[in-house]
């Protein structure tokens, strides 16, 4: 989709669901000889979603195949204490401290500082809309493609997590009308190979664990982080097992779900405690969302 629309469509402006400063990292790292720079960012999202070797190939496919491609972070600070310092110490390293990259290098890391103290989603969603217009409106009217989870690319959204303002994809359709387009390839981020297989005993049997990655949760009330396996061939063992009656729709998982298969989750808090978690898919809908439901086990 990229390539496509680089090629056809001629779009060298890349808008992406990450921050000023990380973006501009990425630009320098598309000038230079090495992977660096590329490296100390993915060091950087460990714990989060997009930590995963797939991303790293995704961006050395643009340096190799879309090589004038300029990207535009337009999210608050996220890795404000490692990446924004560093993008701030390499601007002072090359006399930038009054330039506008510096200022809004601080602006970003000062959006992610107050986003993470009181875990505002009001106030991000509004700060990407924000972030996104001021992007796209220096560039006189150039056309861009913008790559953003889909909480945020619905026209008819409001924002994810309160349901109390639009989503930035529907604050953008009320500024720039049918000059924008939103198509959801959710699913095709979904279409991954598990990272590793692992081993998990459960009532002394051993089923084999596909692991699919790690989320950072930091913000989340007093959550920390969670982790992905699906259990393979566990269905049968568990599918008259007792509900808790939570649910977990489909749209948590790092992967693409289909009923008759079991998972474990570990959700990790901020005081290091882990809390493991058990659900199976059978085909159940919640609230319009196909979902999975947590179940005991003894």
């Not at 669901?17 to 598309?30: G, R, S």
């Not at 608050?76 to 401290?97: C, I, K, M, P, W």
Request: proline content about 3%; overall charge negative.
């Amino acid at each position: 989709m990229t390539v496509k629309r680089y090629d056809n469509k001629n779009m060298r402006h890349l808008f992406i669901e990450l921050p000023y400063y990380t973006a501009e990292f990425l630009n320098v790292w598309m000038q230079s000889d090495s992977d660096e720079i590329l490296n100390e960012l993915y060091d950087d999202w460990n714990g989060t979603m997009i930590y995963t070797p797939d991303i790293i190939e995704f961006y050395k496919n643009i340096k190799s195949r879309c090589p004038e491609t300029i990207f535009h972070g337009t999210d608050v600070g996220h890795q404000s204490d490692t990446t924004g310092e560093r993008f701030l110490d390499y601007l002072e390293a090359n006399n930038l401290e009054d330039s506008d990259r510096y200022s809004l290098a601080q602006e970003a890391v000062e959006q992610g500082k107050y986003y993470y103290k009181i875990s505002d989603d009001i106030y991000r969603e509004n700060k990407m809309t924000e972030n996104f217009i001021r992007e796209f409106d220096n560039l006189s009217g150039e056309s861009v493609m913008g790559i953003y989870g889909g909480a945020h690319t619905d026209f008819d959204a409001m924002d994810n997590n309160t349901q109390s303002v639009p989503c930035m994809a529907n604050q953008l359709k009320k500024v720039y009308t049918n000059n924008i387009y939103s198509e959801d390839l959710a699913w095709l981020a979904k279409e991954i190979e598990p990272i590793r297989e692992d081993t998990i005993t459960i009532n002394n049997k051993k089923y084999t664990a596909s692991y699919f990655g790690k989320e950072d949760l930091t913000g989340f009330k007093d959550y920390a982080a969670r982790e992905f396996w699906r259990l393979e061939n566990a269905y049968n063992d568990f599918k008259d097992s007792s509900k808790t009656g939570d649910v977990l729709p489909y749209d948590n998982y790092p992967m693409q779900i289909e009923t008759g298969e079991v998972f474990v989750i570990d959700y990790t808090k901020t005081d290091g405690s882990v809390i493991r978690g058990y659900y199976r898919s059978d085909g159940y809908v919640w609230n319009g969302a196909p979902s999975t439901e947590e179940f005991a086990v003894e």
